[in-house]
Protein backbone atom coordinates (compact mmCIF):
# COMPACT_ATOMS: atom_id res chain seq x y z
CA UNK A 1 0.00 0.00 0.00
CA UNK A 2 0.97 3.73 -1.03
CA UNK A 3 2.03 5.73 2.05
CA UNK A 4 0.75 9.24 2.79
CA UNK A 5 2.49 12.05 4.10
CA UNK A 6 1.10 15.52 5.59
CA UNK A 7 1.87 17.00 2.15
CA UNK A 8 -0.46 14.29 0.38
CA UNK A 9 -2.99 14.96 3.06
CA UNK A 10 -2.84 18.39 2.43
CA UNK A 11 -3.36 18.07 -1.64
CA UNK A 12 -5.94 15.98 -0.81
CA UNK A 13 -7.58 18.75 1.44
CA UNK A 14 -7.48 21.39 -1.15
CA UNK A 15 -8.62 19.42 -3.82
CA UNK A 16 -12.15 19.04 -1.01
CA UNK A 17 -12.45 22.38 -0.79
CA UNK A 18 -11.59 23.79 -4.61
CA UNK A 19 -14.62 20.90 -5.74
CA UNK A 20 -16.86 21.49 -2.60
CA UNK A 21 -16.54 25.49 -2.20
CA UNK A 22 -14.51 26.56 -5.00
CA UNK A 23 -11.21 27.76 -3.15
CA UNK A 24 -8.03 26.02 -2.84
CA UNK A 25 -6.84 28.40 -0.01
CA UNK A 26 -6.84 26.85 2.94
CA UNK A 27 -5.30 27.35 6.02
CA UNK A 28 -2.72 25.05 7.09
CA UNK A 29 -1.16 27.48 9.90
CA UNK A 30 -2.33 25.06 12.35
CA UNK A 31 -1.69 21.56 11.48
CA UNK A 32 -3.80 20.58 14.63
CA UNK A 33 -7.36 22.40 13.45
CA UNK A 34 -7.82 22.94 10.00
CA UNK A 35 -11.33 23.83 9.20
CA UNK A 36 -12.99 21.71 6.78
CA UNK A 37 -16.68 22.28 6.92
CA UNK A 38 -18.83 24.93 8.72
CA UNK A 39 -22.69 25.63 9.11
CA UNK A 40 -25.63 25.98 11.40
CA UNK A 41 -28.48 24.03 12.05
CA UNK A 42 -31.30 24.51 10.00
CA UNK A 43 -33.11 26.77 12.76
CA UNK A 44 -29.97 28.69 12.60
CA UNK A 45 -29.10 28.13 17.04
CA UNK A 46 -26.21 26.66 16.58
CA UNK A 47 -22.65 26.25 14.56
CA UNK A 48 -21.93 23.25 13.12
CA UNK A 49 -18.08 23.04 12.55
CA UNK A 50 -15.40 19.90 11.96
CA UNK A 51 -11.88 20.19 11.40
CA UNK A 52 -8.80 17.96 10.69
CA UNK A 53 -5.91 17.73 12.83
CA UNK A 54 -3.03 16.09 10.81
CA UNK A 55 -0.63 15.74 13.69
CA UNK A 56 -2.91 13.50 15.59
CA UNK A 57 -4.37 12.18 12.90
CA UNK A 58 -8.14 12.69 13.76
CA UNK A 59 -11.23 14.30 12.63
CA UNK A 60 -13.27 16.56 15.27
CA UNK A 61 -16.85 16.95 14.65
CA UNK A 62 -18.12 20.15 16.41
CA UNK A 63 -21.71 21.53 17.25
CA UNK A 64 -22.16 24.58 19.15
CA UNK A 65 -19.05 24.91 21.70
CA UNK A 66 -19.03 21.00 22.24
CA UNK A 67 -16.85 18.22 20.38
CA UNK A 68 -19.19 15.83 20.22
CA UNK A 69 -17.26 13.08 18.21
CA UNK A 70 -13.30 12.30 17.04
CA UNK A 71 -12.52 9.68 15.41
CA UNK A 72 -9.00 8.59 15.31
CA UNK A 73 -7.15 7.40 12.65
CA UNK A 74 -3.67 5.09 13.08
CA UNK A 75 -1.69 7.57 10.84
CA UNK A 76 -1.63 9.69 8.15
CA UNK A 77 -2.12 7.11 5.26
CA UNK A 78 -4.94 5.82 7.33
CA UNK A 79 -6.52 9.22 7.89
CA UNK A 80 -6.47 9.73 3.41
CA UNK A 81 -7.42 6.34 2.70
CA UNK A 82 -10.45 6.26 4.92
CA UNK A 83 -11.12 10.11 4.87
CA UNK A 84 -9.95 11.92 3.08
CA UNK A 85 -9.88 10.29 -0.14
CA UNK A 86 -13.66 10.55 0.17
CA UNK A 87 -14.56 13.97 1.75
CA UNK A 88 -17.79 14.81 1.24
CA UNK A 89 -20.22 17.79 3.40
CA UNK A 90 -22.76 16.12 4.24
CA UNK A 91 -20.13 13.15 5.24
CA UNK A 92 -19.11 15.70 7.29
CA UNK A 93 -21.64 17.18 8.95
CA UNK A 94 -23.91 14.19 9.43
CA UNK A 95 -22.35 13.56 12.79
CA UNK A 96 -23.91 17.02 14.41
CA UNK A 97 -27.02 17.10 12.41
CA UNK A 98 -27.66 13.81 14.11
CA UNK A 99 -26.80 14.71 17.39
CA UNK A 100 -28.43 18.02 17.42
CA UNK A 101 -31.41 16.74 19.08
CA UNK A 102 -29.26 13.84 21.77
CA UNK A 103 -27.36 17.05 22.80
CA UNK A 104 -29.89 20.08 23.17
CA UNK A 105 -33.30 18.78 22.33
CA UNK A 106 -33.77 17.65 25.82
CA UNK A 107 -32.84 20.77 27.53
CA UNK A 108 -34.66 23.14 25.26
CA UNK A 109 -38.18 20.53 25.77
CA UNK A 110 -37.38 20.66 29.34
CA UNK A 111 -37.40 24.28 30.03
CA UNK A 112 -40.27 24.92 27.70
CA UNK A 113 -41.57 22.55 29.72
CA UNK A 114 -41.00 24.36 32.72
CA UNK A 115 -42.61 27.43 31.91
CA UNK A 116 -45.97 25.97 31.51
Request: some cysteine.
Amino acid sequence: MRKYTTEDAKRLISDFCEEEYGTENVDFSNLECIGIAYTTTEDERFEIQTNIDLIHNTIDYWLYDKCIKTEKYFSTTDLCVRALNCLAFDWLIEPQMSCYDTVYGYDDWHMSMSNW
